[in-house]
């Protein structure tokens, strides 16, 4: 079991309750497998989605938090809790999103988290050396920030609920406000968080921070914002930093141009594979889409070679490393689904079956579940996006 070192690699979480905060054992960490209804009941509007059920029961708490129990500090995440709410959406279970954004407006966001009052949400919490639980790092991750902008506004058009309109509205400014950039001779550009990325002329940034859908639907719910043209700039960080078709984790911007990152350098590994998935998400219609996926066409030619994802790849020198674990198979699922890659695919269905099978005495593995709802969901026709960055669930049609 892979425990991630950063940001990206820690767990989801999210909820409604501040119920660990005075937790000192792994017994109180209750999970939410009767706590929450089963998507598919009578009533729901949508088909039973087993994977999704797994996802619940095994990391996601009674309360909302999305939690990574292969972690000492049984860590919750932003992203977590982000991701967490965009399945929730998927599968219409609007009572476990209330609960995944209750936690985190609770906990991550210490109750600054309303309209007229929006704080980002911290972006990770955990347990403290002293056994208590809180928050371990008071910085804001902008990828979750975004993906959970982008839940709220979905879920107020999807459920017809303007509260969660303004609430995402209000969290998209705060991004624009204090998670972006302006970058001398390129313009707006989303920083990995608020604090700590800009230093000394170089300007650290993330390529899987920056998913086209997501910030397609911003651009369409605020157009005066910067999210358009941070769409054609993440396009041009993707095509500049990836001369071999392989994404790095990490790149930077330094004396007008993309460089190799300065700290983490050129390897691109289980931030990256997010891009490829990002990529295979975006509606066929969208202008960048094509260009997007051809700019990363470099992993589907190594797995044509070998049969399987590398689990790290030079982006300037294409040399590659050791096997991708099941949830590089969930990312990849609909990046060769939207390269008409049938063998590909195949064997990425393959893999992902295993998805669908809660194997007693078998933990399952928090990034392994994550990536591989995002892509068994799409390519089993659970959800899409269209040309505007929209969500449209499989539910939509049997609801209407």
């Known amino acids: 079991m892979r425990v991630r070192i950063n940001k990206t690699y820690m767990t989801l979480t999210l909820g409604v309750g501040l119920a660990l905060a005075a937790a000192t054992s792994f017994a109180g960490l209750t999970r939410v497998a009767q706590a929450t209804p089963t998507p598919g009941q009578p009533g729901q509007c949508n088909n039973d989605w087993p994977a999704y059920r797994i996802f619940i029961e095994h990391f996601v708490q009674a309360d909302g938090r999305v939690i990574d129990y292969s972690s000492p500090q049984l860590k919750t ?34 109750n ?89 002329g170089v300007t650290r940034l993330n390529p899987s921070y920056l998913p086209l859908p997501v910030l397609r639907a911003l651009a369409k719910e605020m157009p005066g914002g910067p999210w358009a043209r941070l769409a054609d700039n993440a396009y041009k960080l993707i095509k500049t930093t990836s001369p071999l078709g392989f994404t790095p984790d990490w790149a930077a911007w330094q004396n007008g141009q993309f460089v190799v990152d300065p700290k983490e350098g050129d390897t691109g590994s289980y931030d990256a594979i997010r891009v490829y998935l990002w990529a295979g998400l975006a509606s066929s219609a969208d202008p960048l889409a094509k260009p997007w996926l051809a700019a990363v066409g470099g992993m589907r030619a190594k797995v044509a070679q070998t049969g399987i994802p590398p689990e790290k790849v030079s982006s300037t020198t294409g040399t590659a490393s050791g096997e991708g674990p099941l949830s590089y198979w969930g990312a990849l699922a609909p990046y060769f689904k939207a390269l008409g890659d049938e063998r590909g695919l195949g064997l990425a269905r393959t893999h ?38 929209r969500l449209v669930p499989s539910w939509r049609n049997a609801c209407d």
């Open 77 to 110: 995440t932003s992203e977590g809790q982000s991701y967490g709410m965009f399945f929730a959406l998927v599968a219409n279970d609007r009572a476990s999103f209330d609960r995944l954004l209750g936690w985190t407006r609770s906990n991550l966001a210490g």
């Open 112 to 200: 600054q988290f309303d309209a007229q009052n929006m704080r980002p949400p911290s972006w990770l919490w955990g347990r403290k050396p002293d056994g208590s639980f809180g928050v371990l790092d008071q910085n804001s991750a902008s990828d979750s920030d975004l993906w959970i902008a982008y839940d709220l506004l979905q879920a107020g058009r999807l459920w017809h609920d303007a509260s969660y309109t303004q609430l995402g509205r209000a969290l998209a400014a705060q991004i624009a406000r204090e998670e972006t950039t302006t970058l001398p001779g390129l313009g707006p550009m989303l920083l990995p968080g608020p604090q700590g990325f800009a230093n000394g």
């Open 352 to 389: 992902l079956a295993a998805l669908d099978t809660d194997v007693p005495g078998r933990e399952p593995v928090y990034y392994d579940r994550v990536l591989g709802l995002f892509g068994t969901g799409f390519i089993d026709g659970r959800y899409r996006f269209d040309e505007a960055g």
